[in-house]
Structures are given as structure tokens and as C-alpha cells.
């Protein structure tokens, strides 16, 4: 998906959530989330298969709950996604990692002005960061960032 817009969702502004076993890889860029209950929507709690969503250049501002979340659980997906060049601003929580199988990947990307989290990780999910990250006028964080390598 690119160069796309989803403004003013009453509920999820794109909600990528497979049913099967099979594997799901999705790419966004450039794509803005505006002013939704939830902004990205990535979930492994249904599926078996792998889950991959890479999002660049692209802007979660002022959603209701969260700009972006990745969600699974033990028996489920492993469930992935990475944001590069992201900006996250305003809303409840910027970025959050929920669940045993889902990992967050964060790099070159900001998140700002969340009025209860900048990040979530919790329940066994992991957010790793390549140490390029601006994280600035948030309430809180929840949970703690893992580094990653740059390579």
C-alpha cells in the first residue's frame, strides 16, 4: 500500500489480520493515519503463519489508542513489524508490542506528544530499536526497548 490516506475511523485505520496458516507479508509507504481509534492494526492472535508488515515514511497523528501495535500470542503467529522513518504523534500510545510472538522493529523514527505511552511492551512482546529514535513529550513508557544491530 502506498501513498494512501485513513482518516477519522471510528475503529481501526488499516487492520492487517490474517485467518490462516499461510504466510502474510505487507508492505505500507508513505501512508497516513489520522485521527482513528487505532492506527495500524498488525495481528497474529488468529493465524499460524509468519507475519511480516514493514511501514516507511509514513505518519500515525492523533489516534485514539494506539498509532501503531503488533499483537500475538504463544500458540499463534510470529508476528512482526518494522517501522523506519515513522513518525508516531499524539493518541494514547505511540508504539506498543503486545504478546510472547510479536516484536516491534523501530528505526530512524519519532514518537511524540502520546498522552499515556510513548511505547509498550508488554505480555512477552518485544520492541528492539536501532538506537536512532527520538522518543520526546510522552506521558510514560511501558516495558523496556532491546537493541538492535545496525548492520
Known amino acids: 500500500m502506498s501513498n494512501s490516506y485513513f482518516v477519522d475511523n471510528q475503529s481501526l485505520g488499516v ?11 505487507a508492505a505500507i509507504d508513505r501512508t497516513g493515519l489520522y485521527g482513528n481509534e487505532l492506527g495500524l492494526y498488525v495481528g497474529g ?17 492523533n489516534n485514539g489508542s494506539q498509532g501503531f501495535i503488533v499483537q500475538s500470542s504463544t500458540t499463534h ?29 523501530l528505526a530512524q ?17 518485544v520492541i528492539k530499536s536501532f538506537g536512532d529514535n527520538y522518543f520526546a513529550a510522552d506521558a510514560s513508557n511501558l516495558g523496556s526497548l532491546t537493541s538492535a544491530g545496525k548492520q
Do not use: C, K, R, Y
Open 77 to 105: 503467529s510470529i508476528s512482526n513489524l518494522s517501522l523506519t522513518h515513522v513518525l508516531s504523534e499524539g493518541g494514547g500510545i505511540g508504539v506498543e508490542a503486545t504478546g510472547p510472538n510479536a516484536t516491534l522493529w
Open 109 to 125: 523514527s519519532t514518537v511524540t506528544g502520546s498522552s499515556v505511552n510513548g511505547f509498550v511492551a508488554s505480555l512477552g512482546g
Open 15 to 25: 487492520d492487517i489480520q490474517p485467518q490462516s496458516s499461510g504466510t502474510t507479508i
Open 45 to 61: 492472535t488468529n493465524s499460524t503463519g509468519a507475519l511480516t508488515v514493514a511501514v516507511t515514511d509514513s505518519v500515525a497523528a
